[in-house]
């Protein structure tokens, strides 16, 4: 089945410093793959869209300096949390979708950010 | 613009009742819906999704959602309840007039099975 990896699972920061969370879709390529973004006892919500060899799509609201996203290759996407603060602690979740257009994706396990 | 409401935030069954998730959908456009779960510090694993084939639409660990376009619902049933059910379940339409493979997810409900 297709799988979707995220890197590290978890990890702790202190305030000021950059966080860079890895996604990868091991046994698929992926045109497409999205961030989202879950605070506690919430639902998720889209970051931004990132599409393998071009800038990445965000959402209204989401500052594109603050997390930056690359898309190098069709099975790996990083998201990378800039001058981090304690309200940028989170669960980050990517998903990967094989197909532009298609209603399949698949999503990781989570990165969950700890900024101190 | 479309919308995902989920009726309930937490849900408590016992092992063995039936489970009945309510989800409320709101779109100008022909819906493709989603449910997904999710157990904790993971991510989320697709139940089933309806992108307008049949209305009954079965899903993996025995749970199946109708889609009643007169109702606007997307309800996710499962007969008989198991301990492994326990979890964060997200219903979630896609946005937009075509599959752009955007998601809107619900508030979620929190599955709760007594034994």
């Known amino acids: 089945g297709a799988v979707v990896s995220q890197h590290p699972s978890w990890v702790i920061c202190k305030s000021g410093t950059s966080v860079k969370i890895e996604c990868r879709s091991l046994?698929?390529?992926?045109?497409?793959m999205f961030w989202y973004r879950q605070f506690p006892k919430q639902s998720l919500m889209l970051m931004a869209t990132?599409?393998?060899?071009?800038?990445?799509?965000?959402e209204q609201g989401v500052e594109k300096d603050k997390f930056l996203i690359n898309h190098a290759s069709l099975t790996l996407s990083t998201l990378t949390v800039t001058s981090a603060h304690p309200e940028d602690s989170s669960f980050y979740i990517c998903?990967?979708?094989?197909?532009?257009?298609?209603?399949?994706?698949?999503f990781g396990p989570g990165t969950r950010l700890t900024v101190t | 613009a479309q919308s995902v409401t989920q009726l309930g935030s937490h849900v408590s069954v016992s092992e063995g009742a039936l489970v009945l998730l309510r989800c409320n959908y709101s779109s100008s456009v022909p819906p493709y819906l989603f449910w997904y779960v999710q157990y904790p510090n993971q991510g989320l694993q697709l139940l089933l999704k309806?992108?307008?084939?049949?209305?009954l639409v079965k899903g993996i660990n025995g749970f199946e959602a109708e889609f009643k376009k007169s109702e606007t619902s997307f309800h996710l049933t499962k007969p008989s309840a198991h301990m492994s059910d326990a979890a964060e379940y997200f219903c979630?339409?896609?946005?937009?007039?075509?599959?752009?493979?955007?998601?809107?997810f619900g508030q979620g409900t929190t599955l709760q099975v007594k034994p």
């Open positions: 990132s599409n393998e060899g071009s800038k990445a799509t965000y």
């Open positions: 046994d698929f390529q992926a045109t497409t």
């Open positions: 979630a339409v896609s946005r937009g007039s075509s599959n752009t493979g955007k998601l809107i």
């Open positions: 998903s990967s979708q094989p197909l532009r257009g298609s209603y399949e994706q698949y």
């Open positions: 309806y992108t307008s084939a049949a209305t």
